[in-house]
């Protein structure tokens, strides 16, 4: 049997960057289950799994395209200092959480700090880039 779209799977992963470090792996706890084809999944992971069967093993490279997506500039915002919480003592590289435009949390990393404005770079911190997967599917249902 292998995996089509609407069907319920599992599957051990490991993520990887290009330059082989882990970025997330389900090897230490439970397999990771989703619909295939629901768009859950990024789509280039999604893609991978179609026609696995139980047991299968695959390693693919995921372009950014299909994963993250390309780092886009206007994910930049830049805030005025005046409007920063007091409470709040930005630093680089420090992740600080917005509300984006539908009441969902959005996090946001400071990557400039000047005495007029912060810069926040919301891209998705895998933009960008091309993921590595070892997938092994262990359930169809």
Known sequence: MQAKKGDAVEVHYTGKLEDGSVFDTSVSRAPLGFTLGDGNMIKGFDTAVHGMAIGDKKTVTIPAAEAYGERRE???????????PANIKPEIGMTLQL??????????????????????????QLAGKDLIFEIELVKIS
């Open 74 to 84: 206007d994910m930049m915002i830049d805030v005025p200092v005046a409007q920063v």
């Open 99 to 124: 509300q984006g435009g539908n009441g969902q949390p959005m996090p946001v990393v400071v990557v400039n700090i000047d005495e007029e404005k912060i810069t926040l770079d919301a891209n998705h």
